[in-house]
């Protein structure tokens, strides 16, 4: 028989902690099973406790503004959800979580996780640890939206200056990015990523646009 | 054969910081008398960082906007 202690090991964000920790874990933490197509947490409701996934899959999934579902994550074995708000004053669920198939999981209360906290610094390091990593990868998810959307914007007003008449407009980077609401070291570089794609060539002081349909796949893609 | 164009400076805008002779990579921006100017023209790549460090907006590297084919028959 496994202890629980030891399934905790096999949880990402407690793997490096000492086995006097993971007992300490193994104290509060609570057992759950859930069947298939189980909600185990509703989006809105408080945040009471943190999840931890011992077996199964669950699927994290938000109600858009305009009602529609729309699924941000599957979670498997080691993974968590649900410990960002618990952190916060008032914290609420940020999303629905439903099981996908049978769901082993551990839940840890609030109350409990957060006096665990007071008294074992390492758990505190691998949580932050946990939030690093997290936000990396929220950074590089946020950049590369704005990336994309900047390159639809910029490849649609490249189209459009291109076709107004006989006379080129002269245009910084600045302007340009001013009219898009961007920054200007943004246009820059999606002018260069532009380039490396050969959709247009920098030309000491001209743009020139080289592929219209790669351009047009550009502002609808 | 397009002109060689280089970047515009306004010295009525400059306050002669020299952000513009300091940041250029090449070493084509000097400080003259009345304010910066491109010393070494053939040495501009028109990158546009000298633009890019303008606290003023005084030196600008515009950008025409051309269609490939029509660039061919200029
Ligand atoms: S465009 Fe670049 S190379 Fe030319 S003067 Fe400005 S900084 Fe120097
Ligand atoms: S950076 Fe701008 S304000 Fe400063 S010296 Fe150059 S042109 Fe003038």
Not at chain 2, 35 to 61: K, N
């Amino acid at each position: 028989m496994i202890s629980k202690a030891d399934s905790l090991h096999a949880i990402s964000v407690f793997a490096q902690l000492p086995s006097a920790t993971l007992e300490d874990i193994a104290r509060v933490a609570v057992p759950r099973a859930y069947e298939t197509g189980q909600t185990i947490i509703f989006e809105g409701d408080p945040c009471t406790a943190a999840y931890f996934v011992a077996r199964g899959h669950a699927r994290v999934a938000r109600v858009s503004a305009g009602g529609r579902e729309q699924v941000l994550a599957r979670l498997g074995p080691g993974q968590s959800f649900n410990t960002v708000p618990l952190f916060q004053e008032d914290g609420v669920n940020r999303a629905t979580v439903r099981a996908v198939d049978e769901v082993r999981l551990y839940a840890i209360a609030k109350k409990d996780l957060i006096a665990l906290l007071r008294t074992n610094p390492k758990l505190g390091l691998a949580l932050l640890r946990d939030f690093a990593d997290r936000l990396d990868h929220l950074t590089d998810l946020v950049e590369d939206l704005s990336l994309r959307t900047v390159r639809g914007r910029l490849a649609r007003f490249l189209l459009e200056q291109a076709e107004t008449g006989a006379v080129s407009p002269r245009l910084t980077q600045a302007e340009i990015a001013a009219r898009l609401g961007t920054v200007r070291e943004m246009i820059g570089r999606t002018l260069g990523d532009l380039a490396d794609d050969n959709l247009i060539r920098m030309d000491r002081d001209r743009i020139v646009l080289l592929d219209r349909q790669g351009l047009e796949h550009e502002v609808h893609g | 054969m397009n002109d060689w164009v280089l970047p515009q400076i306004d010295l009525d805008r400059c306050d002669r910081c020299g952000l513009c002779v300091h940041h250029c990579p090449t070493q084509a921006v000097e400080m003259g008398g009345r304010g910066p100017f491109i010393a070494r023209s053939l040495d501009c790549t028109y990158c546009t960082d000298c633009e890019a460090m303008c606290p003023q907006v005084a030196i600008i590297c515009p950008f025409e906007i051309v269609w490939v084919e029509r660039e061919v028959s200029r």
